[in-house]
């Protein structure tokens, strides 16, 4: 059987389901700098590039060499192409313009260029998010992108995906019909078709949640993660497991996987930060990817892909996965 790589893939559904060219090609650059990252995450030690940078971005977060240098590996490659009328990533304050001399088209890009920063240093999997919207068409920025540009619901996503550089680098990608993983083939340099039809099972035994914030959780994730650990002899009637990996998209991988629940609960530490993470470049984009694979996304309250953002950096409490585990949880915030 003859293997099918992502561009022969992104051929196929622009011939079969209006996929249009344009996106296809901004899929395929942002691929090709996932494969990049992926080279460069590998180096470790030996390319210099583990650390930090002496730098924070715009949420006070100090900066990685390895964020800062796949925010740029992004940027460059999508800036020239012609497929899009601005960038957003979580290390740049406000929306990445395209240089006058490029010319622009039709959408728009966000991107955590590197997901689990904390874990590069520990050689432990790390990732890039990003999610594709439209521009709008009324939009008029005088020739400058504001950031009210990219302000749109989840729902309005066109494309949303991750990479993944773990033992494999693999790129999971929805275009709004399903989820298809590709896995590298380093011989071969291209992404290929290993996982054609990604499912989340409805329900589950595993959750994942940084358990030492449970001091500053509110009353409904308490109870709920109370009830997990009390197991089979607690009101679930079944023993759970944990993993956290702090890095979202290798935990949001192995929900994908084998199921599971993701949690990132709001929680006391900080009266200003409604969540840890942010809308527009983590929650969004997996949102939408565990919708199309049949599981479920909320901020405890409502969908995810619901919430009309207000901000590029804006942060939202997520719960994720497992639908009869987002749909309990949810029921416990409403009933709060
Ligand atoms: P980033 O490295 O892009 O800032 O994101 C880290 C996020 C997410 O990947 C992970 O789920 C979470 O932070 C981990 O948080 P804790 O450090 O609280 O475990
Ligand atoms: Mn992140
Ligand atoms: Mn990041």
Redesign the pocket.
Known sequence: MSRVTLSRYLIEETRSNHTPADLRFLIEVVARACKAISHQVSKGALGGVLGSADSENV?G?VQKKL?VLSNEILLEANEWGGHLAGMAS?EMDHAYQIPGQYPKGAYLLVF?P??????IDVNVS?GT?FSVLRCPDDYDGDGHLGDDAFLQSGTRQVAAGYAIYGPQTMLVLTLGYGVKGFTLDRELGSFVLTHEDMQVPASTAEFAI?M??QRHWEAPVKRYVDELLAGKQGPLGKNYNMR????????VHRILTRGGL?M?PRDGRDPSMPG???LMY?ANPMAMIIEQAGGAATDGVQRILDIEPTSLHQRVPVFLGSREEVERVTSYHRAD
């Open positions: 949420q977060e964020d979580e955590d590197l997901d689990g920063s904390s874990n790390v998010i940084n030492s914030n956290w990996i702090a890095s979202m998209v290798a935990d993701f990132y840890k993470l942010r983590e």
